[in-house]
């Protein structure tokens, strides 16, 4: 069985002040899969893009803006009621999903980081695989979704502990860095994983969306405070790495866009594409 965590506990100080009340991970963009031009969630796309990979298992990791988010995830026969028949049909849908679905909330009540966010789902995830998924962020344009590929470069090679997703940027400042080999196009062994590094090993930057076996979760119990003063997922999976952990990589592929609503320039930048998209 392979889980789903999706992490939604940033505190969005770059979009300040529109998230000071609103999580951004709530913050809207326009449905790909409708030919209206409907403003929906990034969380809820990314709970029916992965409930479309038959994910039905899920731990959504909230931060203290969380009530929103349980209010949207939460079936409202009295708002059913009040709206429009055809936008009723819409919602419908989507508490449907929820009905089949497994939810469980976990707090993040003060803001240590993503490798202290994955750390604390360690009892939902147990001795299961996962697919780790921000909650700002989402990838667009192909017929074969990027966590498709993760799972078939798992089964292609039981032997490795992690599948990363990566794209070739300018500007590495934001991001994690791969020190990799490259095997194919398509597919990269990784050699070393830094956090924002002064000099990057490579100009390929990490995507937050992952596949991990649960081993990761010795490795994040191990790792201190790094970058900015939080616990880093980067550097649990350099631990990785240097214990003989194998741990490979997939680019993002040209055809497929990357959404991320992290600044204002992004989230504009997401919502011209999400509504040009036909």
């Excluded at 419908?92 to 789902?121: C, H, M």
């Excluded at 990027?146 to 599948?163: A, E, G, L, Q």
């Amino acid at each position: 069985m392979i889980k789903a965590v999706i992490t939604a506990a940033g505190r969005g100080t770059r979009l300040l002040p529109l998230t000071k009340s609103l999580p951004k991970e709530m913050l809207p963009i326009f449905s790909t899969g409708n030919k209206n031009k409907l403003l929906v969630p990034l969380l809820q796309h990314i709970f029916e893009e992965l409930y479309k990979q038959n994910f039905r298992d899920y731990c959504v990791v909230v931060g203290r803006e969380q009530r929103s988010i349980k209010d949207h995830f939460t079936y409202d026969d009295l708002q059913l009621k009040e709206i429009a028949k055809n936008y009723q049909v819409i919602l419908k849908k989507f508490y449907k999903k929820i009905e089949k679905s497994n939810l469980l909330w976990i707090n993040q009540k003060d803001p240590l980081g993503f490798g202290d966010a994955v750390r604390r789902t360690e009892k939902f995830v147990g001795n299961d695989d996962m697919i780790l998924h921000a909650g700002d962020f989402t990838v667009l344009g192909h017929n074969k979704h990027p966590i498709s590929r993760m799972i078939d470069t798992v089964k292609n090679n039981p032997d490795i502990s992690c599948v990363l997703l990566c794209k070739k940027v300018k500007d590495t400042k934001r991001y994690g860095v791969l020190e990799i080999k490259k095997n194919t196009k398509t597919l990269f062994e990784v050699k070393g994983v830094e956090e924002k590094p002064d000099k990057p090993k490579s100009n390929y930057a990490i995507m937050p969306l992952y596949y991990f076996k649960p081993i990761i979760f010795r490795y994040l119990k191990k790792i201190k405070k790094g970058k900015g003063g939080e616990y880093q997922l980067t550097d649990a999976i350099q631990k990785l790495i240097e214990d003989g952990g194998k741990v490979l990589a997939i680019p993002l592929l040209e055809q497929e866009e990357e959404i991320d609503i992290g600044t204002p320039e992004l989230y504009k930048k997401s919502l011209d594409f999400t509504y040009n998209v036909k």
